[in-house]
């Protein structure tokens, strides 16, 4: 168990919906990442947030938003939903967010849009 | 841009004998390179990492290497066991204060008792 938590585990959904996925990351950890893991594109970095602002933003569709609060949970929003936005999101943490800084994974949301 | 190049995409080995995986990065700002292994239907896990004031590292059974002038490493696992059969990913993380990882395609070990 890495500490970091993710919910929900699976979610199941139709094209055009609007979904939520929430991380919290480990104990003293600030910075918060997401990643998208789908069979053909791999690990993809989403973005980073660090103590509640966007630190780095990856190829991260205009559909998607997320934002970090001051409690230091994470959410992603995924909008208008396609049948190709059906993958894993994980959400990692660190305790800083800079290099050199260990990543620890949360289990992931298994995302399926029908 | 950034990316990383890692080979091979399968690998089956016997078990007692050892496994070696390759990554090349683009990036020449890289300086940190994680190694994690990933089981069926679950989260990567972090195993090993390097940074690039280093050569090599070992821990246990799994060492990496790192040739900066040909941004270059590798991951080389020893007296593999049938555990040890997953998907790994290395990745590679620029200096600076941001986080972003840049993984490997990985690559699927299949340890064969």
């Known amino acids: 168990d890495s500490g970091v938590t993710q919910t929900p585990k699976h979610l199941i959904t139709a094209t055009g919906q609007r979904v939520t996925l929430r991380c919290s990351p480990r104990?003293?950890?600030?910075?918060v990442y997401w990643y998208q893991q789908s069979l053909d594109q791999g690990l993809q970095f989403l973005i980073q947030?660090?103590?509640?602002?966007?630190?780095a933003k990856g190829n991260i569709l205009e559909r998607f938003s997320a934002q970090q609060f001051p409690d230091l949970h994470s959410e992603l929003n995924l909008s208008s939903l396609e049948l190709g936005d059906s993958a894993l999101y994980f959400c990692a943490s660190s305790t800083l967010g800079g290099a050199g800084d260990e990543q620890y994974f949360g289990p992931g949301t298994r995302l399926t849009v029908t | 841009g950034e990316n990383v190049e890692q080979h091979p995409s399968t690998l089956s080995v016997q078990e007692g004998d050892s496994a070696v995986i390759k990554c090349t990065y683009s990036?020449?700002?890289?300086?940190?390179f994680p190694w994690y292994k990933q089981e069926l239907g679950k989260r990567p896990q972090l195993i090993i990492d390097?940074?690039?004031?280093?050569g090599e590292k070992k821990d246990q059974r799994i060492a990496v290497t790192l040739n900066k002038t040909a941004k270059h490493f590798s991951l080389h696992i020893t007296e593999t066991q049938p555990e040890d059969s997953a998907v790994y990913f290395c990745a590679a993380k620029r200096s600076g204060n941001t986080g972003k990882l840049i993984f490997g395609q990985g690559t699927t070990l299949q340890v064969k008792p």
């Open positions: 104990s003293g950890d600030l910075s």
């Open positions: 390097i940074r690039s004031n280093v």
């Open positions: 990036d020449s700002a890289s300086n940190y």
């Open positions: 947030y660090y103590n509640g602002e966007e630190r």
